[in-house]
């Protein structure tokens, strides 16, 4: 299996504040972001994925965002093996969002 590249909350942070824009892909239920809500991110859970990939542009950058970043994980492998090239997970999900850049965000 190829190996999915991640990104660091920290990291993400310090490119959103440098203006960089790359798209964040939250694959949470609709339940879990109602509790925590990812700034920016485009919402499609992880079962929808396959029926909508056509929603996400392939030519993007895209950073794959869940609770503890087990489900994006395998979303992001899944883009990978669908053609998309600039594919990583953030490491530690929301979860670690929350704790390292945005303690607004509430943990679940």
């Known amino acids: ?13 310090a490119r959103r504040d440098r203006g960089e824009n790359p798209r964040v892909l939250d694959v ?11 700034p920016g991110a485009i919402h499609i859970p ?18 794959v965002v869940c609770h503890h970043g087990v489900r994006s994980a395998q979303v992001a492998a899944y883009l990978v093996r669908a053609g998309f090239e600039r594919v990583a997970n953030l490491n ?9 850049v945005d303690a607004a965000i509430p943990r679940y």
């Open 28 to 38: 949470r239920e609709p339940e879990e972001i109602a509790i925590a809500p990812f």
């Open 92 to 100: 530690g999900g929301i979860d670690a969002w929350s704790e390292e």
């Open 1 to 13: 299996m190829t190996r999915i590249p991640e990104i660091e909350p920290s990291e993400l942070k």
């Open 46 to 63: 992880m079962g929808d994925i396959p029926a909508r990939i056509s929603e996400l542009d392939p030519d993007a950058e895209w950073i």
